[in-house]
């Protein structure tokens, strides 16, 4: 039976993907750098960063899913860098190589933020990149890394989808949507260093998992945006928020000039049938339950 | 100022380091054997120093306390697209010149990072200039991809000026004696025929060290900031560069032509380097391929750098 290889397993996204691809009656062997005692499938310890020269994928492996990587660092540092290439540019590069000749096909995911800031809005696969932070530079460079493979090797079939912001339970606390709830429950005044006419995309986890499973299942070659299907500015996402809290909340922007992101993801639909069930205020309503109970703050008035 | 040079023993290093010293300034050559290669070379603005890149500690370089311009030529050269390889490459190229541009960072204020024209992989468009898309399609261009991202944000966010030069294929003293060239050169040495293997019309963009050395050494003058495309400004086919080598080595033959493979084709514009650096090549082919001729097969050895000791790195 053939075996479909998750790397990044244990991460946010890897263990709902996993667990959906299982439920679809797939086999998976799923992999990551850390171990974690409360994963609810077996898993392998591999540093894809610093493999043995020997490492390959199984013989039976028919597609490798790549969604190991590193989130975004604020700020730049040396260290940073290298955390940044290691994790998202090298490990994909082994990724690539443990492939041989046996593995067929890989799907690769990137991020939106790959896409030039003067890119139009929403975003077509065919809009300019040029990265500007060191993630987006390190996962621009990982899709290099899988164009050098496919050069080289010209029946491997190769996707790359590049996903917008995902969020839901596991997010790290400095996403926008979370720095809103937090200020919402805590105090009722909500602030964000940005304008408010500020689009951003967002898709919820348990959506990205869903649309990760069809890249999987029957995503041909190429490049494919997976977005959650409608921008939202941050002055919706704070209104968004204040409805879904108990209380009542107020919001004021700064002036910082941000990027737009939202992306075009009409080729993924047509090919897959993917469309995202989770709107933005039922992602939103799901989080504050699951942020207030992880930072054990009352959702009702102090 | 004092300018600090990467890969110092390379091709272009060693052609490099003479240059600037001849031109008052004071150089630190660092290389795994610089001060072996430059022990004959006395100069008292020159203090080479046997430096490790990939090596994880001090970088010993604490003791310059004035204006530092480094010049990043430290390479692995291949072309392989054993992705298993990125490591090895990285860890010199990128690894290397982050961690070395971070120990020097109070004292910085210049890099001139050599990159190279794989960068663009095989465009369509030809001549290909600055603008264009990067397509590398080898881990030595995804590597130096990698570098020119990594530098470029480590110059923007410590406010250090940088000019990467996106170099064409290099010929010259220290070039490593593989590719066309260098074939052709020796099949017509020993009176055999120089065989074309692709498609004799493909063509390439070579560039003598000599060049690329003054194409630096206008940018250490200029401070120029940018990227800049450092090529001969033509392409040449490979059936014209096996006559040139046949010409040479006065050999009578014709190449012998039996195309396996299409063939790819480079050729760099060089409009931005001509225009901001008032770069022009100056070394036609037919004379550079005549004095590769003369350094390796006349007795009369011509080196243009005099003092050549040791052996060259890499």
């Known amino acids: 039976m053939s075996v479909i290889v998750v790397t990044g397993a244990a991460g946010q996204l890897g263990r709902s993907t996993v667990q959906l691809l299982q439920s679809q009656g797939m086999l998976v062997h799923a992999y990551d750098r850390v171990s974690s005692e409360s994963l609810p499938f077996s898993h392998t310890l591999v540093d894809l960063a610093n493999p043995r020269s020997d490492f390959y994928w199984p013989e039976e492996t028919e597609t490798v899913l790549h969604l190991a990587g590193s989130r975004d660092i604020a700020g730049f540092s040396s260290a940073a860098a290298q955390e940044m290439l290691d994790s998202n540019l090298l490990s994909t590069a082994t990724a690539l190589a443990a492939c041989g000749s046996h593995v067929r096909r890989f799907v690769y995911v990137s991020s939106m933020s790959v896409y030039a800031a003067d890119a139009p809005v929403p975003t077509p696969e065919s809009g300019p990149t040029d990265p500007v932070s060191l993630y987006a530079k390190s996962k621009w460079l990982g899709e290099q890394a899988c164009h050098v493979f496919q050069t080289a090797n010209s029946a491997f079939q190769l996707t790359i989808v590049r996903l917008a912001q995902v969020y839901g339970p596991g997010s790290p606390d400095h996403l926008a949507i979370y720095k809103l709830i937090d200020q919402a429950l805590r105090t009722g005044c909500m602030y964000l260093d940005c304008m408010p006419d500020l689009k951003r995309d967002f898709i919820y986890l348990d959506d990205a998992a869903i649309a990760l499973v069809y890249a999987v299942q029957t995503c041909p070659s190429g490049i494919y945006n997976i977005g959650g299907g409608k921008p939202v500015t941050m002055q919706e996402l704070a209104d968004i928020v204040a409805a879904s809290v108990a209380s009542p909340a107020t919001v004021s922007f700064g002036m910082k000039r941000g990027t737009d992101r939202a992306l075009a993801a009409d080729a993924f639909r047509t090919i897959t049938g993917f469309v995202p069930l989770i709107s933005i205020q039922d992602g939103i309503a799901r989080d504050v339950e699951w942020y207030s109970q992880k930072h054990n703050i009352s959702r009702g008035k102090e | ?314």
């Open chain 2, 1 to 314: 100022m004092i300018w600090v040079i990467t890969g110092a023993t390379g091709l272009i290093g060693r052609s490099l380091v003479p240059a600037l010293l001849g031109k008052g300034h004071r150089v630190v050559a660092l290389s795994r054997s610089a001060s072996n290669f430059y022990a004959g070379f006395d100069h008292h603005r020159l203090d080479a120093r046997n430096f490790d890149l990939t090596s994880n500690s001090s970088m010993g370089l604490g003791d310059l306390s004035e204006d530092v311009g480094l010049i990043m030529l430290a390479s692995k050269i291949s072309v392989s697209t054993d992705l298993r390889k990125l490591v090895d490459h990285m860890a010199i190229d990128t690894y290397g010149h982050i961690r070395l541009t971070e120990s020097l960072r109070s004292v910085l204020t210049h890099i001139i990072y050599a990159s190279s024209c794989t960068v663009y992989g095989w465009p369509s468009q030809l001549p290909v200039d600055e603008s264009a898309t990067l397509n590398p399609s080898s881990v030595y261009a995804l590597t130096k991809v990698a570098s020119e991202h990594m530098i470029t944000s480590m110059c923007h966010n410590w406010g250090i000026s940088l000019a990467i030069l996106r170099i064409s294929q290099l010929y010259g003293p220290g070039a490593p004696l593989i590719g066309a060239m260098y074939n052709f050169l020796k099949a017509a040495y020993a009176g055999d025929r120089p065989s074309i293997t692709c498609n004799p019309d493909s063509y390439r963009d070579y560039c003598h060290v000599a060049d690329v050395v003054r194409a630096i050494d206008a940018v250490v003058l200029q401070n120029s900031k940018g990227i800049y495309n450092i090529g001969s400004g033509q392409p040449t086919s490979i059936l014209n560069l096996a006559k040139i080598c046949l010409q040479v080595a006065s050999c009578n033959l014709e190449p012998e032509i039996e195309p396996r493979t299409i063939g790819t084709n480079m050729w760099l514009d060089i409009s931005r380097a001509r225009n901001e650096l008032s770069y022009e090549p100056r070394i036609e082919l037919q004379l550079g391929v005549q004095m590769e001729y003369e350094r390796l097969y006349s007795n009369h050895q011509k080196m243009p750098v005099q003092f050549c000791k040791g052996s060259p790195e890499g």
